[in-house]
């Protein structure tokens, strides 16, 4: 009777160290990551205006917070919903801004224009899906851009 008691003893302990790694994996992919996303925009004109959208194909992002980039004709953070961010429903953003600055101080080549910053859920790497929605001139003429990413992983 020993043995047996013995066996089930080991076998409740298996079952209880089983569970506890189940449920702290549960726990880990719900709490999520966070990670920052760069993003910049390359223009061979001087760079006014600009206007993103940025998203995650599976839906397992949701934006937390956005800063402004390193030029300093656009100073303020970029325009967005603050309320959507706010209330955490901002699984995809529109970002935008615009500087009244002359031609002379504005940006021209590879600029960041806004760094994004969000918590991801699953344990899949992000399938980030961004389009550049306008670009403009001072004068107020669109020009042509592109737009790129640079990830970061967070905590």
Same mark, same amino acid.
Request: proline share 0%; net charge positive.
């Given at each position: 009777m020993s043995a047996r008691r013995t066996c089930l003893g080991l076998i409740?302990? &298996?079952a209880l160290l089983a569970t506890g790694a189940l449920v702290a994996?549960?726990?880990a992919a719900q709490s999520?990551?966070?990670a920052t996303v760069d993003v910049f925009i390359d223009s061979a004109e001087p760079l006014a205006a600009w206007q993103f959208e940025l998203g995650e194909r599976r839906g397992a992002m949701q934006v937390v917070g956005i800063e402004s980039g390193d030029n300093a004709s656009y100073g303020d953070p970029p325009y967005y919903d603050r309320a959507a961010v706010e209330r955490a429903a901002a699984d995809r953003i529109v970002v935008a801004d615009f500087s009244l600055s002359p031609p002379a101080g504005l940006p021209v080549g590879r600029t960041?224009?806004?760094t994004v910053h969000v918590r991801l859920s699953g344990s899949a790497a992000p399938d980030y899906d961004v389009r550049l929605?306008?670009?403009g001139a001072a004068d107020g003429r669109p020009i042509?851009?592109?737009?790129? &990413?640079?990830m970061r992983n967070g905590r």
């Open positions: 409740a302990a &298996l994996q549960q726990n999520g990551r966070f960041r224009v806004a929605v306008a670009a042509d851009a592109k737009i790129s &990413l640079d």
